[in-house]
């Protein structure tokens, strides 16, 4: 994948986390891209502190698409996926994840607040301990300042 069609994907999952924003929901989005690179199969915002845009997106690609096909798949979020959806992505069979910004750039944003109490365990190290594998590109610097603009006022 080219840094360009990372930036405008990363750039699409940012404007489904404003949309979740919009809703009152906790501004993080996801997408599901094909093999191809560039065709979005799925979209999905945040829902709620249980139900984060890249478990559901990763449930819903699972029931939808043959394993084999999402091996070819790339996750793209606006942040680093925690612990419980890499380890939902894992389990999805999405060969590949693309993040904007670092988990710890998150907890920088959210510091304790209640409703995002963040988990020191890089993505990396989840699907490291996997069967299979599952690639991961990010995070992109050149993009965290736009990614982590919709939740710099959210969290406070």
């Known amino acids: 994948m080219s840094e360009a069609q990372a930036a405008t994907l990363l750039r699409r999952a940012n404007a489904v986390a404003q949309r979740a ?4 929901r906790h501004p993080f989005g996801a997408l599901l891209v094909a093999p ?3 065709t979005v199969l799925a979209e999905q915002g945040n829902i ?3 139900n984060h845009a890249e ?16 091996a070819q798949c790339t996750l793209v979020t606006t942040f ?10 894992y389990w999805a069979g999405i ?6 910004a670092e988990e710890t750039a998150l907890l920088a944003l959210t ?3 209640p409703d995002n109490p963040t988990l020191a365990l890089p993505c990396r190290t989840v699907f490291a301990s996997g069967q299979r594998p599952t690639e991961v590109l990010g995070p992109v610097p050149a993009l965290q300042d736009e990614i982590t603009a919709l939740h710099r ?3 406070r």
């Open 55 to 70: 478990s559901t997106l990763a449930r819903t690609a699972a029931a939808n698409y043959p394993g084999a096909y999402l």
């Open 48 to 50: 709620d502190t249980v």
């Open 21 to 24: 924003k919009d809703m009152g």
């Open 36 to 38: 191809d690179g560039e």
């Open 80 to 89: 680093e996926p925690c612990a419980m959806c890499a380890g939902t992505i």
């Open 111 to 113: 510091g304790d607040h």
């Open 153 to 155: 006022d959210f969290w």
């Open 95 to 100: 060969g590949r994840v693309l993040y904007g």
